[in-house]
């Protein structure tokens, strides 16, 4: 186990040097950070490193049983032996045998390698950015930045917001914990005494990218631009931790998020589709 904590705390490493606001869409650290709310062990287990002269080139999140998400680092997307491997990784081992889904940024060869091979495209979402070089307009609302002790609100909130949701409090606790959790905030929205709406920002460090995951507005509180609120606060929280844009990414079925990004002054980039491998 000691050594799948130092290859994790290398992966998280890798994928915070590969944030930059010119590179394709990357799995984030933060997304590893959110991942933590299943504990350190779980998220080890579903880390997946690939390397060359002993150098991480690739990260991959196993964020369901069917679901890797991949990355590869800016300087390899184009590497043929590289592309191979995870091709050849993927086929057998790294996901279970059938019906199976790959997120990969786009100009991976490793996606010309699978559609070759007969995965098709699978999932759309879309990626939404903001510039932070400006200031962020005040949300206007009451914006707490949350610690230990608001933890509890935090879940309410969030398994108010996510049908089926099964955060808890113990699970804040378990992704507090972890190594990309440093680099995070935790913020609540309150209208009139009451919470409305939450987010989790993760920075990649000062002049990178950073990450919002997971947002949410309580489903009794909604259309009352408490998710435009909840979301400049976030951009104005990584702001302030020195992220230089800010990223969010959702199915693009949920019109009501893109529809709220938007609102927030996050501009649609290009879809990007899974890529899926029929059974
Ligand atoms: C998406 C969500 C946060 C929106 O919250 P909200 O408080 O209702 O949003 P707001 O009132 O701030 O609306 C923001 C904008 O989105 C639009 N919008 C909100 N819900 C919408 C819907 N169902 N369909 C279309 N547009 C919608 C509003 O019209 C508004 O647009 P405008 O500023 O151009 O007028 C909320 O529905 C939610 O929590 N959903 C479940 C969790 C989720 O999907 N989170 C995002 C995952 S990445």
């Known amino acids: 186990m000691i050594s799948g904590m130092s290859i994790l705390a290398e992966a998280v490493a890798a994928l915070r040097e590969w944030q930059h606001d010119d590179a394709p869409v990357q799995l984030h650290p933060g997304d590893l950070g959110w991942f933590w709310r299943a504990g350190a062990q779980a998220t080890a287990a579903a880390v997946r490193t690939w390397r060359r002269d002993g150098r991480i080139v690739a990260v991959g999140l196993l964020d369901e049983p069917d679901l890797l998400r991949l990355t590869v680092a800016p300087d390899a997307l184009r590497d043929e032996e590289l592309a191979r491997q995870l091709a ?6 790294v996901l279970p045998p059938g019906e199976v889904s790959l997120e990969a940024p786009p100009g991976a060869l490793v996606r010309d390698l699978l559609a070759e091979d007969g995965w098709r495209a699978g999932e759309a979402w879309t990626p939404l950015v903001r510039d932070l070089t400006e200031p962020v307009a005040d949300p206007g609302l009451r914006i707490e930045v949350i610690g230990p002790e608001q933890a509890p609100v935090w879940a309410g909130v969030l398994r108010a917001s996510f049908d089926g949701s099964t955060f808890t409090e113990q ?31 993760w920075s990649a460090g000062p002049g990178r990218r950073g990450l919002l995951e997971p947002m949410g507005v309580h489903r009794d509180h909604r259309h009352h631009g408490h998710g ?52």
Request: proline share 3%; charged share 15%; hydrophobic share 50%.
């Open 228 to 279: 435009r609120a909840i979301t400049l606060a976030a951009a104005a929280a990584l702001r302030e931790l020195g992220s230089s844009s800010a990223l969010v990414c959702t199915p693009s079925t949920n019109v009501a998020a893109v529809a709220t990004y938007r609102s927030a002054g996050f501009r649609q980039l290009p879809q990007r589709r899974d890529l899926h491998r029929d059974a």
């Open 88 to 93: 050849e990784d993927l086929a057998h081992g």
């Open 171 to 201: 699970r804040w606790h378990a992704m507090a914990a972890g190594a990309p959790f440093a680099d995070a905030r935790c913020l609540l929205a309150h209208h009139q005494g009451t919470a409305v709406a939450a987010v989790a920002v």
